[in-house]
């Protein structure tokens, strides 16, 4: 659970939450929620898959690169 800010030891200005490869959240709680946000401001759930187009030639990564 992330509470509000300010609420108990709360403390944050905003929260990024970004998966690293494939994730799934699953589960069976009954009468609760597995992700459980209590009054929180300012939450970003990026699930964004990014795909990168290019090709390797000769041990050479010859395509988009991150920034």
């Known amino acids: ?3 509000a800010s300010g609420s108990g030891s ?3 200005t905003s929260v990024l939450i970004v998966p ?11 009468d ?3 992700l459980a946000l ?8 990026d699930g964004l898959e ?6 390797i030639v000769g041990g ?3 395509g988009d690169q991150d920034s």
């Open 1 to 3: 659970m992330l509470n």
């Open 10 to 12: 709360a403390s944050y």
């Open 20 to 30: 690293v490869g494939v994730r799934t959240i699953s589960g069976n709680l009954p």
């Open 32 to 34: 609760q929620s597995l």
């Open 38 to 45: 209590n009054g929180a401001d300012n939450v970003t759930i």
């Open 50 to 55: 990014v795909v990168h187009f290019g090709r």
């Open 60 to 62: 050479i990564w010859y």
